[in-house]
């Protein structure tokens, strides 16, 4: 996974960084906020922020991210022990609170956690670098920002993302796109075509004689 780490203790923030790279993940480390806010996009698969740090606290990092429709997992790593600031990171949209001070091996054990429960997401998936995907809102976005495509075109993106990791073949296109209508593959290629083309990215796997796919995107 790629990690942003924010730990304005330096001691801290390099023992924390050392530890997860060694466990396989990559690192980019900040001791303030606004640096992370200057350099977070959605490349990153998971961020652990402490709240208490210099220029922009935790707590606004997210809230600013949540404005923007950037929505990473998050972890936070608090000294603060009162309800209200971990009811506060919660309702921000975290995913755990670790209490400082705490073992290494907790947030190790806590981002594979986060890790599992990602592989069978059914909300929000990454597709690419810069594109994700809500299957709630049905949207598109493109670094936080939603995407205009045609109906048929979010369609085919809305299929092959309940079938993430999947193969999805032309009878189910027929079927779940053109209603059961005898469109032939030709046809269903064509369209899907014109999709790719009009994506920044190309994250549509076209599988020869069988039909396309999207797997789930990971930074590494």
């Known amino acids: 996974m790629k990690i942003l780490l924010l730990e304005d203790e330096i001691m801290l923030n390099n023992a924390i960084s050392e530890y997860l790279k060694d466990i396989g993940h990559m690192v980019e480390s900040y001791t303030n906020g606004e640096d992370v806010i200057d350099n977070v996009d959605s490349s990153f698969d998971l961020l652990v922020l402490d709240i208490n740090v210099p220029k922009?606290?935790?707590?606004?990092?997210?809230?600013?991210?949540?404005?923007?429709?950037?929505?990473?997992?998050?972890?936070?790593?608090?000294?603060?022990?009162?309800?209200?600031?971990?009811?506060?990171?919660?309702?921000?949209?975290?995913?755990?609170?670790?209490?400082?001070?705490?073992?290494?091996?907790?947030?190790?054990?806590?981002?594979?956690q986060i890790l599992k429960k990602d592989q069978s997401n059914t909300t929000h998936i990454r597709f690419s670098e810069n594109y994700s995907y809500s299957k709630t809102e049905k949207t598109l976005y493109f670094n936080g920002e939603p995407q205009t495509l045609t109906k048929k075109q979010l369609d085919i993106i809305h299929i092959l993302a309940l079938n993430i990791n999947m193969i999805v073949d032309f009878e189910r296109f027929r079927v779940d796109i053109w209603g059961g209508e005898n469109i032939d593959n030709p046809t269903i290629r064509a369209e899907i075509s014109r999709l790719k083309k009009a994506l920044k990215e190309d994250f549509i796997k076209n599988i020869r004689g069988l039909g396309y796919k999207i797997d789930r995107y990971y930074s590494v």
Do not use: M, V
């Open 56 to 112: 922009k606290d935790g707590f606004e990092i997210l809230q600013e991210l949540n404005s923007k429709k950037i929505y990473i997992p998050t972890i936070y790593i608090s000294a603060l022990l009162d309800i209200e600031d971990i009811t506060k990171a919660y309702d921000l949209g975290c995913r755990e609170y670790i209490k400082k001070p705490f073992h290494l091996e907790e947030l190790g054990i806590k981002i594979n």
